[in-house]
């Protein structure tokens, strides 16, 4: 039976990348991200792509209308793949609330507010399983990143009390925490030289179609016994 997964932050590269190593399996997917535009072009490209929802994750106040779509059109979800995050990397004696604030929201808030509805029979199965996006900044605590490592620490706390809540259906939730990946942002280069990051992480950049593969089994029957596990991906960084 296909078994069907909601992925956030679709229309981004690690999004893309999970999309692509899921189509060749039995799967369908829903796809949530801000930009509508990009969301068509994927569905037009994959078949296995059977809706798709326009939304802004930073608008957690009304996150269940992603899951009342859903079950408008008929769909029990059977996995959340939550690869929506943003890195602002911001050294602490700039910081501002604001920016603060909308990281939370998108980093943490969100996973958990989805966390809340995924939660409810009437739009899942028993037997599903939960994805989250974390870093290896969760434990390294990298220069220059402190939110974003907070972020990411406290969605690591939220993945293993919400593998301790859904157990009673059967529910795995595990996150993945990759280190610096392939593309790095803009701004992480004002505090991350080529020199650092091989001192840092020795095998060098992280493909964004590793994580994807790594997704790909803890969705699988293969990790079925696999539940509130942080695991890392940290091209030699070692926790």
């Known amino acids: 039976m296909d078994r069907t997964f909601l992925i956030t932050g679709a229309t981004g590269n690690l ?6 190593e899921l189509s060749s399996r039995d799967v369908k997917l829903v796809l949530l991200a801000r930009n ?26 009304h996150i269940e209308t992603i899951f009342k779509a859903c079950s408008s059109q008929g769909i029990l979800l059977n996995g959340l793949i939550h690869c929506a995050g943003i890195n602002e990397s911001t050294p602490i004696k700039i910081s501002d609330t ?10 943490l808030f969100s996973f ?8 409810k029979k009437k739009y899942t199965s028993d037997n599903s399983c939960i994805i989250a996006i974390s870093s ?11 939110m974003y490592s907070a972020s990411k620490a406290a969605l690591n706390s939220a993945v293993q009390t919400m593998a301790r809540e859904l157990i009673t259906r059967r529910t795995r939730v595990n996150a993945i925490m990759p280190g610096y990946l392939e593309q790095k942002m803009a701004n992480e280069k004002r505090f991350l030289t080529d020199e650092a990051l091989s ?13 994807a593969k790594l997704t ?3 969705v699988s029957n293969d ?12 091209g030699g960084q070692i926790i």
Do not use: W
């Open 223 to 234: 990790a079925r016994y696999m539940t509130g596990a942080l695991l890392p991906i940290g």
């Open 112 to 119: 958990i507010e989805m966390g809340k509805y995924f939660c």
């Open 216 to 218: 790909a089994f803890l």
């Open 36 to 61: 509508s535009k990009a969301l068509t072009e994927l569905q037009t490209e994959y078949t296995n792509i059977i809706y798709s929802f326009p939304y802004d994750l930073e608008d957690i106040a």
């Open 136 to 146: 290896m900044a969760a434990e390294e605590n990298p220069k220059g990143m402190c």
């Open 199 to 211: 001192e840092i992480q020795p095998f060098g950049l992280i493909s964004y179609s590793d994580v």
């Open 98 to 107: 604001d920016s603060m604030d909308r990281m939370m929201h998108i980093n």
């Open 15 to 20: 999004g893309q990348a999970v999309i692509k």
